[in-house]
């Protein structure tokens, strides 16, 4: 089945027509910047353009980087605060026409990366964290998501800030880290991470992944920790694909 996929993110709405029996994008991605502010009724805009650019009629699976409970938006890390509270499935599917599926980004990242990417056959624990504006989690227990994880809010010990707001690529960036003070601060934070929940793999997705070698070897877990194989597609993908699954039920 060839399904909308969008990827809500912090500086880009991305969205791309997938086959979801294969989890592959069957056409370029198109990405329009966020609107600044990134209100709902802005962002709601650019996905109604996004349909109309792909001539689209059917099922949408959007992400977005909030907690997400039966189509509600419950935070706003990285948004507008409008967000905190509102129908936005309802709103989005309204505005386009279409039925939406709406979800977490980085717990449908991980939904593309489960089925079709580095933790495909993986049976028990299984993590996906996102590094980027944010740190965005998911967690997978025999191939099921447990969602809205939103491990990147998690604070270590005596530290002032989120783990997001200390570790992501956001912050390697702000702060110019090099990779090695970037790979150790990760090291504390995926540590922690493997203290308290010890899956059996870690998969670290997020543009930056695809430079893995720069900062992985300083990442010591028990845990195998692995890149993700869908890189910046998996939101995209994994979207579509929880989208192509209602429509069936
Ligand atoms: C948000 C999460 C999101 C993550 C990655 C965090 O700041 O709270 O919902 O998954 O960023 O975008």
Known sequence: MITLGIDIGGS??????????????????LRI??????????VIKVLKQIVDHFDYSGPI????????????????????????GFA?????????????TL???????????????????????????????????????????VPNTELGHLYLRNQKHDAEDWAAERIRDEQDLS???????LNTYFQHIEFIFSPELIIIGGG?????EKFLPYIQTRADIVPAELRNEAGIV???VLAAEAGRQ
Request: proline letters at 5%.
């Open 179 to 185: 990779w090695e003070q970037w790979g150790k601060r």
């Open 33 to 42: 910047p966020t609107p600044k502010p990134a209100k709902p009724k802005a």
């Open 61 to 84: 699976g959007v992400g977005i980087p909030a907690i997400v409970i039966n189509g509600i938006t419950h935070s706003a890390a990285n948004i507008d605060d409008e967000w905190i």
């Open 238 to 240: 994994g979207a579509a």
């Open 208 to 212: 930056v992944s695809k430079r893995y």
């Open 103 to 145: 979800g977490n980004d980085a717990d449908v990242a991980g939904v593309a990366e489960v089925r079709f990417g580095a933790g495909r056959n993986q049976s028990g624990t299984v993590m996906i964290f996102t590094l980027g504006t944010g740190i965005g989690s998911a967690m997978f227990v025999n191939g099921r998501l």
């Open 88 to 100: 936005s499935q309802q709103a989005m599917a309204k505005a386009t026409g279409c039925p939406v």
């Open 12 to 29: 880009g709405i991305k969205g791309a027509l997938v086959d979801t029996k294969k989890g592959e994008m069957v056409t370029d991605r």
